[in-house]
């Protein structure tokens, strides 16, 4: 089969399309037929090994341990490995797996879901990692309820358009900042008001939210206090933009800490990744209440070229592998 394969660390030179052999599912594990893989922002920081705080979780560190790259996955179930009770074969499904930018790929039973069936593979692709990530953000570290004053920073990226759409869904007023080519679409998404950060600075208009959400992660926790209400919670979802180490997850780090001496709660948010969140984000789709923004659709052969895009900061919403 053919899949995007590396055997170092490093930018998108790095990465080649080979013919690799067929995996077979073991114990717990189907075996999908790829036909839709998301690009999100761990595919980068794994293709890279930065910071380099990633390769102590794990991921190999002098190489990459698994060797093909993508996690986010949309397929159809080709085999399943024994002990396997929720697929079987001609099942379309979605969730995360190691190494979906290839034709095949194992991934474990409990990180799958059955694909919404209002939307096409790429859409569905787009969804597992980023809308997970945004409904962890705003359901359990946010805590947010109808009625709360609520900011997405970041707003026109991957868990960014999908936190804006699920905080509307839980009732929230929402406001987006992001920058001037993505505004139109954050505001397509439902945000209430959105913020041109390259024009106007949300820390400086005195408005107070009740919960900030920061997907961007190139402000201090001192800056983003003062938009922060006297009681309330900022969500510090990754880490972007920082140096070679840690590569701005320190915020996350000292979040906890500064959160001791504040009224204000302070938390970092690592995604757990799971079939019941991917059955909860379903009905939303279905629903019609969330929708997959997704900005450009690339050929399996030119998976390079999406990781650069999105790395550049392009991307409105989420790009896309189709296989």
Known sequence: MKAIVQDVYGNADVLALRDIPRPVPGAGEVLLKVKAAGVDQGVWHLMTGRPYLVRLFGFGLTKP???VRGREVAGVVEDVGTGVTRFQPGDEVFGTSEGSFAEYVCAKETLLARRPANLTFEETAATPISAITALQAIRDAGQVTAGQKILVIGAGGGVGSFAVQIAKAFGAEVTGVCSTGKVDLVRSLGADRVIDYTRDDFTLAGVRYDVIIDTAGNRSLAVLRRALAPRGTLVIVGGEGGGKVTGGFERSLVAPLAALFSGQKFKALMAKENHADLDA???????????????????????????????????????????
């Open 281 to 323: 984000l379903t009905a939303l789709l279905e629903a019609g209440t969330v929708k997959p923004a997704v900005d450009k659709v690339y050929d399996l052969a030119d998976a390079a070229a999406a990781i650069d895009y999105l790395h550049r900061g392009l991307v409105r919403g989420k790009v896309v592998v189709r296989v």
């Open 65 to 67: 341990k698994v060797p």
